[in-house]
């Protein structure tokens, strides 16, 4: 089993991303700025695993307040989670979670304050727990699209590096597998970052799961030749209308499919769903360091002061989306009324 992260006794500890697939090393935070650089670093990465980093990095920062009146632990309460909420613009999952610590925090600020410490913590730990029976029950809901057999082609990494455990397409995949279906993964490289090849590549490979790496400009060459009969991604913020913004390149992928008449299923916990950004047109992206696409490996690709653009998410408009696969249900288009409803579940 994968521990992406996990609350212990000395700090929260996080597998480091940046140095899989050849180096399997843990880091291990003690304060929340720790945790703000780890999200910042993409050490952990992956909007749901984002999500729950900064509930466990709040829970982290208020434990070691100094404070000693209701004041004051509020006055720093606030401050950890603005650190916390500029770290990422993109994955709703982190401003889902700090919302959610912020109303556990009014509930029970009146309480001792080594009660309110104790609390935020179990509920940091809840919020862990959920995120993993969310994703098996995605994962049963969105096995039922899978082929029975044939090639199935993911973007990026939404596995269980990217969640608390299980993950979002991937645990759609592995729950496919677990009922006995014949899948092949074909894996987008995920250039720059390459989460496709260093991370989904490697944890499938730990479960067995036939998979092969493709660089991203072979995707439209594999879907012609009859190679992929499904495709299944994560989402990073789902907006009202169902507009997705997902790891740049989603979108290329989606149009492609389209062309060679291909399922593209988005597989997302309802955390992901931002009902009050109406279109994808609303959705931050975030422009990350160029240094990611000028060097591989640390060794210079481009020429010295060429331009360079890094945005980090692209989004794929609704019309390419055949369905929307979450904990509670699949949602199909018009995706305004069907996510509208899948919430109120
Ligand atoms: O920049 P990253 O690695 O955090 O981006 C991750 C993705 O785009 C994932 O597809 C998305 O967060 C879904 S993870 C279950």
Redesign the pocket.
């Known amino acids: 089993m994968i521990e992406t992260l996990e609350w212990t006794d000395s700090g929260v500890r996080f597998i480091d991303?940046t140095k899989l697939p050849t180096e399997e090393t843990y880091v291990v935070c003690k304060t929340y700025e720790q945790v703000a650089d780890v999200i910042r670093d993409?050490i952990v990465?992956?909007?749901?695993?984002?999500g729950v980093s900064a509930a466990m990095g709040i829970a982290l920062g208020v434990q070691n307040s100094k404070a000693e009146n209701g004041g004051d632990l509020k006055r720093d309460f606030d401050k950890i989670c603005d650190v916390i909420g500029k770290t990422?613009p993109?994955?709703v999952?982190l401003f889902w979670a700090i919302k959610r610590m912020q109303e556990k925090f009014e509930r029970i600020r009146v309480r001792p304050i080594p009660q309110i410490k104790q609390e935020l913590i179990d509920e940091a730990k809840r919020m862990h727990a959920e995120d993993i029976a969310a994703n098996q029950a995605m994962g049963r809901n969105g096995a039922t699209l899978m082929p029975a057999s044939g090639g199935v082609l993911t973007?990026?990494?939404?596995?269980a590096l990217?969640?608390c455990g299980y993950?979002?397409?991937?645990g759609v995949i592995r729950a496919a597998v677990e009922q006995g279906k014949h899948i092949h993964v074909y894996a987008d490289e995920t250039r720059p970052?390459l989460?496709g090849s260093r991370?989904t590549a490697w944890e499938l490979m730990k479960d067995g799961i036939p998979t092969t790496v493709i660089s991203d400009n072979m995707a439209g060459a594999m879907m012609r030749q009859g190679k992929i009969n499904a495709i299944v991604?994560?989402?990073?913020r789902i907006a009202a209308n169902g507009d997705v913004?997902?790891?740049?390149g989603?979108y290329s992928v989606a149009v492609l499919a389209k062309e060679h008449s291909i399922p593209f299923y988005v597989?997302?916990?309802f955390s992901?769903i931002d009902l009050d950004t109406p279109t994808g047109e609303g959705i931050p992206i975030?422009q990350?360091n160029a240094k990611e696409v000028t060097h591989i490996a640390g060794r210079q690709m481009v020429p010295e002061g060429v331009g360079v653009e890094n945005p980090?998410?692209d989004v794929t408009p609704a019309q390419y989306v055949t369905a929307i696969i979450t904990e509670l249900g699949i949602a199909r288009a018009p995706y305004t009324e069907a996510l509208k409803k899948l919430g109120e579940r």
């Open positions: 991303q993409m990465r992956g909007a749901p695993a984002i990422r993109t994955a999952n973007h990026c990494n939404a596995g990217a969640t993950g979002t397409a991937l970052f989460q991370l991604v994560g989402a990073d913004a997902n790891k740049i989603t597989a997302a916990p992901t975030e990350r980090a998410f």
